[in-house]
């Protein structure tokens, strides 16, 4: 069972940036799961940010972000980060990261484990 914990959201003015975190609880090491970034609005269903694959580090983008959102993994410290810059109102969500084994996937139902979510306010 992996447990994630998501921190770092808040409310920031348009053009702001924002660093989230996703770091696993216990024993579980990160090191063999790719981890994704996805982001529900209010009334929207849940989208891909982004992930990063669990070897070699790959990453993939939502074209939403892309340019302004950066992915990256410390396995070391057992913990994935969603760099956000460029804020903007349309940003405005709670953002799960999620886990599974090896490579990444755009779906969400491809995710095994989920953390419960960091909001994100992204004032104009």
């Known amino acids: 069972q992996v447990q994630l914990v998501e921190s770092g959201g808040g409310l920031v003015q348009a053009g702001a940036s924002l660093r989230l975190s996703c770091a696993a609880s216990?024993?579980?090491?990160?090191?063999?799961?790719?981890m994704g970034w996805f982001r529900q609005a209010p009334g929207k269903e849940r989208e891909f940010v982004a992930f990063?694959?669990?070897?070699?580090?790959?990453?993939s983008y939502a074209d939403s972000v892309k340019g302004r959102f950066t992915i990256s993994r410390d396995n070391a410290k057992n913990t994935v980060y969603l760099q956000m810059n460029s804020l903007k109102p349309e940003d405005t969500a709670v953002y799960y990261c999620?886990?599974?084994?090896?490579?990444?996937?755009?779906?969400?139902?491809?995710?095994?484990?989920w953390g419960q979510g960091t909001p994100v306010t992204v004032s104009s």
């Open positions: 216990g024993r579980t090491s990160l090191s063999s799961y790719a």
């Open positions: 999620a886990a599974r084994q090896f490579y990444g996937s755009l779906a969400p139902r491809a995710y095994d484990y």
């Open positions: 990063i694959s669990s070897r070699a580090g790959s990453t």
